[in-house]
T-cell receptor, first 113, second 112 residues
Framework: QKEVEQDPGPLSVPEGAIVSLNCTYS??????FMWYRQYSRKGPELLMY????GNKEDGRFTAQVDKSSKYISLFIRDSQPSDSATYLC?????????????FGSGTRLSIRP | EADIYQTPRYLVIGTGKKITLECSQT?????MYWYQQDPGMELHLIHY???????EKGDLSSESTVSRIRTEHFPLTLESARPSHTSQYLC???????????FGDGTRLSIL
């Protein structure tokens, strides 16, 4: 079983919809959680970085962490065609070896105009 | 804004050639990483470095080697390229602790 599970999609929604992307994980030591966006033929770009449980909002993006359920989410409001990309969740434990980050396999998202 | 640069962006080369993929960052980050990513697949850590003169192998076995002579520079070398090395190679850096990693745009390598 992978440490981080992420539905690969593809997920296709109409423009303006609210998008929910999710990951589950098995290692209760994870405390730092990230969401990256990766466009085709580009490197991952950091979108959100959160510590422990709770919500964090940045513009149209909200990251949510539920450590009791080992479940994290990224919500995108008022989705735009430019949001079409692969979204990777990632997480790490405090003082992990080399600050190694464990990545999900990514969810491909397509926003239909 | 992350400033991490990879060259070349694309490379198509024949079997048996020696290849060096360049990665440089201007943020002064101590930690640097190399990942391998096949299309539609997850990232696999192949090498990392804590700082100058420090290199370690990652979770995925790789025939490549790395060096870290300067803080800002972390090149990856394949002594004799093979078709099985065809992949995208992503370089990243971080400011230590549990800070997130920042990525370059990758080198897409194709070995004929």
């Amino acid at each position: 079983q992978k440490e981080v599970e992420q539905d690969p999609g593809p997920l296709s929604v109409p423009e303006g919809a609210i998008v929910s992307l999710n990951c589950t994980y098995s290692n209760s030591a994870f405390q730092y959680f990230m969401w990256y966006r990766q466009y085709s033929r580009k490197g991952p770009e950091l979108l959100m970085y959160t510590y422990s449980s709770g919500n964090k909002e940045d513009g149209r993006f909200t990251a949510q962490v539920d450590k009791s359920s080992k479940y994290i989410s990224l919500f995108i409001r008022d989705s735009q065609p430019s949001d079409s990309a692969t979204y990777l969740c990632a997480m790490t434990a405090p003082l992990s070896s080399a600050s190694k980050i464990i990545f999900g396999s990514g969810t491909r998202l397509s926003i239909r105009p | 804004e992350a400033d991490i640069y990879q060259t070349p962006r694309y490379l198509v080369i024949g079997t048996g050639k020696k290849i060096t993929l360049e990665c440089s960052q201007t943020m002064g980050h101590d930690k640097m990483y190399w990942y391998q990513q096949d299309p539609g697949m997850e990232l696999h850590l192949i090498h990392y470095s804590y700082g100058v003169n420090s290199t370690e192998k990652g979770d995925l076995s790789s025939e490549s080697t790395v060096s870290r002579i300067r803080t800002e520079h972390f090149p990856l070398t394949l002594e004799s390229a093979r078709p099985s090395h065809t992949s995208q190679y992503l370089c990243a850096s971080s400011d230590g602790g549990n800070q997130p990693q920042h990525f370059g745009d990758g080198t897409r390598l194709s070995i004929l």
